[in-house]
């Protein structure tokens, strides 16, 4: 049975049930499908909304309409009746309920279900559906390792909360990477031991990534007739996983070629090896918000790796599953406890907007340069090169967190907003004030040197503080810090970083106050 679209005869037949599945809930393995039901009639569907609430990479768009494509193809061969509906199809219905409202009138369904979406906007507008005469049921989507119904266990709305205390808390829970009640290895986190610094014997040893070769002249087309506004640069071929078979291969490609060096290097920068955009990072993050991937399947891969393996140490196994088990469900925990008013949050009252080189990658700053052209080639950089590059260069300069948002959430192709907003609005800017973070994550440009060979083809010095060759993130960071010195004077992990700014001439930090100031005014030009 080929997937059903509405110019087909049986558009008029009618069903009992329509199901609703988003671009962000491919999971075959959910319940809804372990037995197929003529009665019942999926719906996924190309929305022109999901297009335009922000200017997202065009890869993005790509990676998603073809993945929904397939997950339609792949339901219909088990039996399933499904409804896809490309952009064409849709150009009528303005956003998501319109078009619930229509196929139900159409179909003269009895019964509307759909799964929680992770979205709050999408929530909203389904929680606000009005169908009358139909009965309407939300269900988990089964995915995360917390329940939505139960986040109110681990968060409470507008609290402080440590990710390492939740992370331990999830470990014992989970009984992942622990013996008894003790972590495995005799600690809880190794990230002392993964913070090394690629150096030039390690580029040639850097595996070549696994990528798909997809055909998306279909889908740009579509993209083109309909005038959908995209950013980066239009892919060939799409190099990103569009099935559940495909992205259970790059898990295996991970586990099998980077996993052993993965916590080792996973701050690492570099712009010297033909894989840099990729280095020993799974890429696996696309395929687990899409639910091609289960976050438990995804760390018992990583963990059984680990225990076939003595090439693999527990550092490299525990940072991986830190930024799953710890990081990830940390993060939706604390969007979905704090929103909608999460989405205003700007504690630090950043107003400056996005500089231009921020869709064309054209400044003289190498770090930021690279890490911009990377997300503007493939819709990916890492999750160093996102918080402190263009992230500390975003707190350090003041760019207002709306602007933030809608440049992560549109350029990468994993960003999806329960995840993006946290790491940006908290981890990175700083602008819930200290909900996600205990400090803002600034750094000056030794940081950048110190992770990164990035300083070394830069046109600016990174020893330099004063000069008008000065690495502008040496004088803008300690302009940040002066100018929001009542903020974060008593916060003490900073404490100490006030009593050395004090110890320098007053002559020196006002030669740096000035450079800062003028980075700031001329931040176009850098």
């Known amino acids: ?50 297009t335009a609430y922000v200017n997202h990479h065009v890869q993005k768009v790509c990676a998603f309409f073809l993945a929904m494509k397939a997950f339609a193809t792949t339901l219909t061969s088990s039996g399933h009746h499904v409804l896809y509906l490309t952009l064409d199809d849709t150009v009528a219905d303005p956003t998501l309920p319109d078009l619930i409202i229509r196929l139900s009138e159409q179909y003269q369904v009895e019964a509307f279900d759909y799964q929680l979406p992770d979205e709050y906007r999408l929530t909203l507008q389904l929680s606000e559906l009005s169908l009358p005469g139909v009965n309407i049921k939300a269900v988990d989507s089964e995915h995360f390792i917390i329940p939505r119904q139960i986040l109110g266990r681990y968060f409470k709305p507008k609290q402080r909360h440590q990710m390492e205390a939740f992370y331990r808390k999830m470990r014992r829970e989970q009984a992942i990477l ?23 014997q390690d580029l040639s040893q850097i595996p070549e990534p696994l990528v798909f070769g997809h055909n998306v002249s279909e ?18 071929t799409l190099l990103w996983p569009i099935t559940r078979n495909e992205s259970l291969a790059l898990l295996q490609h991970f586990c099998r070629h980077l996993l052993v060096n993965y916590g080792r290097f996973q701050d690492a920068m570099t712009d010297q090896s033909e894989h840099q955009w990729s280095l020993y990072h799974s890429r696996l993050s696309f395929s687990l918000n899409l639910k091609m991937l289960t976050p438990i399947e995804v760390i018992d891969a990583a963990i059984s790796a680990f225990n076939d393996r003595e090439d693999i140490s527990i550092a490299q196994v525990e940072g991986f599953v830190r930024q799953i088990l710890g990081w990830r469900e940390f993060i939706r925990g604390i969007y979905w406890l704090n929103m909608p ?49 263009t992230g500390t260069f975003s707190l350090l300069t003041g760019i207002h967190p709306d602007q933030i948002d809608q440049w992560y959430l549109g350029i990468y192709v994993d960003a999806l907003e329960w995840v993006e907003m946290p790491n940006t609005r908290g981890m990175s800017q700083f602008a819930d004030g200290g909900l996600v973070a205990t400090k803002p994550y600034s750094a000056s440009g030794n940081y950048i040197n110190k992770m990164s060979d990035y300083c070394k083809s830069c046109h ?29 004077d008593r916060n003490p992990r900073i404490g100490m970083v006030y009593r050395n700014w004090d110890k320098q001439p007053s002559a020196q930090r006002k030669l740096i106050m000035d450079r800062g100031q003028w980075c700031l005014d001329h931040i176009e030009a850098l």
């Open 1 to 50: 049975m080929a997937a059903l679209h509405v110019s087909d005869p049986v558009k008029t037949k009618p069903y009992k049930t329509l199901r609703l599945i988003l671009g962000d809930q491919l999971d075959p393995n959910h319940s809804w499908f372990t037995e197929s039901d003529a009665s019942i009639l999926y719906v996924i569907a190309e929305l022109h909304q999901e």
């Open 178 to 200: 622990m013996e008894g009640d003790k972590p495995l290895g005799g600690q809880w986190n190794f990230d002392k031991d993964n913070r090394s610094r690629l150096k030039p």
């Open 219 to 236: 889908t740009l087309d579509r993209i083109h007739r309909h005038a959908i506004k995209v950013i980066g640069h239009e892919p060939s």
């Open 341 to 389: 008013d999460y989405g205003e949050l700007n504690y630090l009252e950043a107003d400056r907007p996005l500089p231009d080189y921020f869709w064309s990658g054209e400044t003289k700053m190498n770090c930021m340069a690279k890490t911009i052209d990377q997300s503007l080639q493939f819709g990916f950089a890492h999750h160093i090169q996102r918080l402190m590059i």
């Open 460 to 488: 600016y010095k990174v020893t330099n503080k004063v000069e008008e060759d000065a690495c502008p993130f040496n004088s803008l960071y300690w302009h940040f810090m002066e100018r929001h010195r009542d903020r974060f």
